[in-house]
Every structure is written in structure tokens, then in C-alpha cells.
Nanobody
Framework: QVQLVESGGGLVQAGGSLRLSCAASGNIFRINAMGWYRQAPGKQRELLAAITSGGSTNYADSVKGRFTISRDNAKNTVYLEMNSLKPEDTAVYYC????????????????WGQGTLVTVSS
């Protein structure tokens, strides 16, 4: 009933920037916290940044000061601005959100996007 769709990934040189977007659509009643994760080949998926519905944020140490998470509640969209990219940032990036639908407004389901690939060349 709901889905998250990421966009904005691609190939960038080290030191460059990218902006990822993730839009939620469907029978949405409310979105709780939203976040960005990544998974590099052979590694576990890691949380990079999260933002509450009120706008409070937190970051993993590996991206603090380089990445910025933001959201537009009117558009049901979360963004990840990535600066000073490094080759080790290469991964598939996923967005995640707790979403309640009109049919079950008290149940927040943990929802994932399909992922977008970010490749940083040295």
C-alpha cells in the first residue's frame, strides 16, 4: 500500500557531492522517523542518518560533518546531501521510514526503499 522510491545515485569522483531523495507514496496517514542506510559489498547494512518527524537528526560518526539529512513533510520526502565523498562511501543507499496508513493509523510499518547505487571513484 505504501512504497519508498530513492533517486539521485550515480558515479562521482572523490571529493564530489550527490543528493539523494526518497519519496514515500501510497495510502499514507503519517510518517514517523525516516533514515538513510547503506550497504557495501560484503558488509552489513549500516545506519547513516535519521530524522524525526519534528526534524531532530542524528548521524553515524563515519558521515558526521559530510552528510546532511533533511525532510519535507508536505512532500513525504527525505533527502541526503552528501559532500566530500570518499571511495569508501561506495555502496547501495537505502531509505527507511516508519509509515502508518489510513487503514491502520496506529500501526507504523518499517518500510524500505529499493536502494540506489552510489559509486565514488578515486
Amino acid at each position: 500500500q505504501v512504497q519508498l522510491v530513492e533517486s539521485g545515485g550515480g558515479l562521482v569522483q572523490a571529493g564530489g557531492s550527490l543528493r539523494l531523495s526518497c519519496a514515500a507514496s501510497g495510502n499514507i496517514f503519517r510518517i514517523n522517523a525516516m533514515g538513510w542506510y547503506r550497504q557495501a559489498p560484503g558488509k552489513q547494512r549500516e545506519l547513516l542518518a535519521a530524522i524525526t518527524s519534528g526534524g531532530s537528526t542524528n548521524y553515524a560518526d563515519s558521515v558526521k560533518g559530510r552528510f546532511t539529512i533533511s525532510r519535507d513533510n508536505a512532500k513525504n520526502t527525505v533527502y541526503l546531501e552528501m559532500n566530500s565523498l570518499k571511495p569508501e562511501d561506495t555502496a547501495v543507499y537505502y531509505c527507511n521510514a516508519g509509515i502508518a496508513t489510513w487503514s491502520r493509523p496506529n500501526l507504523f510499518l518499517n518500510t524500505w526503499g529499493q536502494g540506489t547505487l552510489v559509486t565514488v571513484s578515486s
